[in-house]
């Protein structure tokens, strides 16, 4: 595109957008050397660097200077992080609205391939598109299989989730059950009627795409037209499936993809991608804003890449502390990191941070079993028997609209399962829509997604899928955002000719204290400890996944031991010593370091550790102590 080779960024462009981001923000000669590049290179961006800040500040230049109006910028990533953070620091600019609109695409990987090649292709084939959703069609799908059909695929540890095309359309993972099997055939039938009926998986529409892409050459060519430019934010989590199909895709275009290689946690299994991002020669943020260089020192032994961390915060200086227990004292681990977090920061501190939090985190946290005695501790649960992975209870009847939006919000947070959130929001429009109707327009059926559709055309359809997904990309319902939310919401009404007028169930309310309510009416998860000391002192730990607080920063974080085939900390601790074996890492061993290089890098004050003490040999402690760390053993 000849008006891109014209297109130039220069200091005065920097210094500009330092004043429409934030006026505290200033990019350093390194970032702002990465905003000026519009070369097909990539980032490799540390823990804390601001890396999707420099991203949003160089598209605000280039949408600035921007003359196509047919060709746009193609922003894709693993989450909508990069759109929210064009929403909360380009909201209120012409410049961000220009972002956020035609020509332009900023979203995930899934909405961009399955918009613009995915979908169609798949209606261009004859087939209606009804639901795209992993975790309803892939129950659905089982619900229809012949009961004789269970004992075979569950024998081999087959679930629902293992009916759909995985890696090529028309084949299915069964194990050893091969192609010629009754129960084989069966389950692909039971497949393909699914898809007739317009149920797809996620997986499936990519897999649509592929097909398209690879079949159609004059896609490729309209696409790269179409998007010129293409950013991947968090590129780590890309999987190798998905940059085949990007590769494939934009194979001229400019790409530049922003990430840690360090905290790919979001790939396939057995999948590592060092070999796919960064790219050779990348162009490296190795400084952190979030925390100082004595956490950089701890984490960076975790670390995949070969280059280092620093830490380049002076707001605190903590004593990072490895807790040391044994097993008859593992529910007094989080009263001592209460303890000590008290004895760190004053009340002043606490307060001023208290939306950053103090977090208690590990890689297991679901049960699906009672521990066993050489599994201690398996899970989070063992450390606090109140831990409730499965949030909120589907029948809680919440008073007002937007808190139906925070539960939502919450099972997401909380099980990463997007269903779930669906679920929520969409039974809080059902409630709306049919109150201010005061007429039953949408049926309280088992797929609620159905009963919104089957009362819409395909345009109204389409309309309603992009206004469902402006709120199920809202991170946060504060009072100060409503007002913009509920204009989503009126257009939503509008597509079934409602009006909500003055209905109460609009207003805005808090009164589910989804974070630290300790009521026991199932309104909220009990996954907030509270300890108060002899003073009246207080702080709440929150507990969750490691997998929940990736891109979060915390005042402290406690990284607990899990167990998954093995105790996982344990396993990596000679890392941790920054003694390492010479024998290469496993896959699961990778996925480990990997899992607590993001959990050991998202306090910006106090870093702690929980590992049993008869894990722990004299040596390891040595090499702990030599490190920084304050090794405490709990009595």
Known sequence: MDFIDEITITDVDIDWVEGI?????????????????????????FPGSGKTTILVA????????????????????????????????????????????YPHFIGTVHSFFNSFIGLP??????????????????????????????????????????????????????????????????????????????????????????EAVSNNPEIVVYVQKRFPILFIDEA?????????????????????????????????????????????????????????????????PLAISNAEMIGMSTTFDCKNTIFLFTTDKIDTVLEEYSKLILSTFTDEELKKYQLDGCHAIGMVHIKKEETKPEQLPKGIFDYWHDYNHKSISINTAPEYLVEYFMLGRNELDLTGEAYLQVE?????????????????????????????????????QNIFREKLLLILNKTSFLETEWVEIKSVISSILSLFDVDYGNSDFMEWSNNINITTSNDSDGLCPKNVFRYSDESGRSVDITLGSIHSVKGQTHLSTLVLETFSYNHNITSILPFISATPPKKKPGVRDIA????????????????????????????????????????CVIE
């Open 424 to 460: 929520w929001v969409l039974k809080g429009l059902r409630i709306l829509i049919n109150k201010v109707a005061n007429t039953t327009i949408i049926e309280n059926k088992t797929s609620l997604i159905n009963s919104f559709l089957n009362k819409l055309d395909n345009e109204k």
């Open 236 to 300: 780590q989590d890309t999987n190798s499936f998905q940059w085949d199909l990007i590769n494939s895709t934009f194979p001229d275009s400019i790409r530049q993809g922003f990430g840690d290689e360090n905290q790919a946690i979001y790939n396939y299994v057995g999948e590592n991608g060092t070999d796919i991002f960064p790219r050779a020669n990348p162009l490296i943020l190795p400084e952190s804003k979030r925390f100082n260089n004595n956490i950089s020192k701890l984490a960076n």
């Open 121 to 210: 292709w798949i209606r261009s084939k004859g087939n209606a598109v009804e639901i795209v959703d992993t975790d309803f069609v892939c129950a659905d799908r089982w619900k229809n299989l012949p009961l004789w059909s269970h004992t075979p695929l569950l024998s081999r540890r087959k679930t629902h989730m293992d009916l759909c095309f995985k890696d090529e359309l028309e084949k299915i993972d069964l194990g050893n059950l091969g192609e010629n099997t009754q129960t084989y055939k069966t389950v692909k039938t039971i497949i393909k009627n699914s898809q007739k009926k317009g149920y797809f998986t996620f997986g499936e529409t990519l897999l649509f795409a592929q």
């Open 58 to 101: 160089k598209l605000a230049i280039l949408a600035k200077k921007w003359t196509s109006t047919t060709s746009g910028i193609c922003v894709l990533s693993h989450t909508n992080v990069a759109r929210e953070e064009i929403e909360k620091r380009l909201g209120n600019t012409e410049i961000g609205a220009e972002l956020l609109r």
């Open 21 to 45: 981001l934030d006026g505290n923000i200033k990019f350093d000669q390194p970032r702002r050397n990465i905003i000026k590049n519009l070369e097909s290179i990539d980032i490799q961006a």
């Open 592 to 631: 480990r370091l990997k899992c607590h290089y993001v959990a050991m890098t998202r306090a910006r004050g106090l870093l702690c550790i929980a590992i049993p003490k008869d894990k722990v040999d004299k040596d390891s402690i040595t090499n702990l102590e030599l490190l920084g760390w304050n090794v």
